[in-house]
């Protein structure tokens, strides 16, 4: 239910269960493990290939993306056309569900390519190990899901709260191990640079949903979807500016 919901990849059986809604939020970080294998097996055909460093930056920047349907990238876009038009509050609910994308959405969503690309670019310049690209996507889901399962749902946002009102303390403990054990196997595995990445990681998603969080009184999936974005880039450019 998790990969039928969260990602766009074709599933043999996708049949939604009511009993399992609890749990599709804890399961986030076990799609976000599926799309990080096909991104490094992706990296890996590419830089095997000897595919062009440009050609090669541009389809890793676009495969998470396009494994999920846009689905966080709409969020992202939502988001940043309610902050950015600094209007008032209600004016911002309401281009935050508005359907139609604003100029800011689209600002934004070119400065995210546009550095999504150059650290991909400078990444797979000088790349020795792909295993980032298994445990970003993992860890910007788990601090997903902690946010979804923690903090008071937006009231427009009837997804966040009706997995909000079916958490349990055992979904928020789960969580939490899934996060400790990525950033220690991270750590094992890549050392200072995984350590970095989960760090930048961790501080640009609380610097991105917190401020959003307060401004609309709730979260909701496009504030998560924003979140989940801004985290992914980070890691990607402490990885580039650590190579």
Same mark, same amino acid.
């Given at each position: 239910?998790?990969?039928?919901?969260?990602?766009?990849?074709?599933?043999?059986?996708?049949?939604?269960?009511?009993?399992?809604?609890?749990?599709?939020?804890?399961?986030?970080? $076990?799609?976000?493990? !599926? @799309?990080?294998?096909?991104?490094?097996?992706? =990296?890996?055909?590419? /830089?095997?290939?000897? *595919?062009? +460093?440009?050609?090669?930056?541009?389809?890793?920047?676009?495969?998470?993306?396009?494994?999920?349907?846009?689905?966080?990238?709409?969020?992202?876009?939502?988001?940043?056309?309610?902050?950015?038009?600094?209007?008032?509050?209600?004016?911002?609910?309401?281009?935050?569900?508005?359907?139609?994308?604003?100029?800011?959405?689209?600002?934004?969503?070119?400065?995210?390519?546009?550095?999504?690309?150059?650290?991909?670019?400078?990444?797979?310049?000088?790349?020795?190990?792909?295993?980032?690209? $298994?445990?970003?996507? !993992? @860890?910007?889901?788990?601090?997903?899901?902690? =946010?979804?399962?923690? /903090?008071?749902?937006? *009231?427009? +946002?009837?997804?966040?709260?009706?997995?909000?009102?079916?958490?349990?303390?055992?979904?928020?403990?789960?969580?939490?191990?899934?996060?400790?054990?990525?950033?220690?196997?991270?750590?094992?595995?890549?050392?200072?640079?995984?350590?970095?990445?989960?760090?930048?990681?961790?501080?640009?998603?609380?610097?991105?949903?917190?401020?959003?969080?307060?401004?609309?009184?709730?979260?909701?999936?496009?504030?998560?979807?924003?979140?989940?974005?801004?985290?992914?880039?980070?890691?990607?450019? $402490?990885?580039?500016?650590?190579?």
């Amino acid at each position: 239910m998790s990969l039928g919901m969260f990602t766009a990849i074709p599933l043999p059986r996708n049949k939604w269960e009511e009993s399992c809604v609890g749990l599709m939020i804890p399961s986030m970080p $076990a799609a976000g493990a !599926v @799309i990080g294998l096909i991104w490094a097996g992706l =990296a890996w055909v590419l /830089l095997r290939a000897g *595919a062009p +460093s440009a050609i090669t930056a541009a389809a890793l920047s676009l495969a998470p993306f396009i494994l999920t349907g846009f689905l966080h990238l709409d969020g992202y876009m939502d988001t940043c056309d309610a902050v950015l038009s600094r209007r008032p509050l209600e004016e911002k609910l309401r281009i935050l569900k508005d359907p139609h994308t604003g100029a800011f959405a689209v600002i934004a969503v070119m400065a995210l390519f546009i550095m999504q690309y150059a650290s991909l670019d400078a990444i797979t310049e000088g790349i020795a190990d792909i295993a980032a690209f $298994a445990f970003i996507p !993992v @860890i910007s889901r788990a601090l997903s899901a902690m =946010a979804v399962l923690c /903090l008071k749902p937006m *009231a427009q +946002s009837g997804y966040a709260r009706m997995f909000y009102e079916k958490s349990r303390t055992a979904h928020k403990i789960a969580v939490l191990v899934i996060i400790a054990i990525s950033a220690v196997s991270f750590a094992l595995h890549s050392a200072l640079c995984g350590i970095v990445i989960f760090l930048a990681m961790t501080l640009a998603f609380i610097l991105a949903v917190f401020p959003a969080y307060r401004e609309f009184s709730g979260i909701s999936g496009d504030i998560t979807g924003f979140a989940l974005v801004i985290s992914e880039l980070a890691g990607l450019l $402490a990885w580039a500016l650590l190579q």
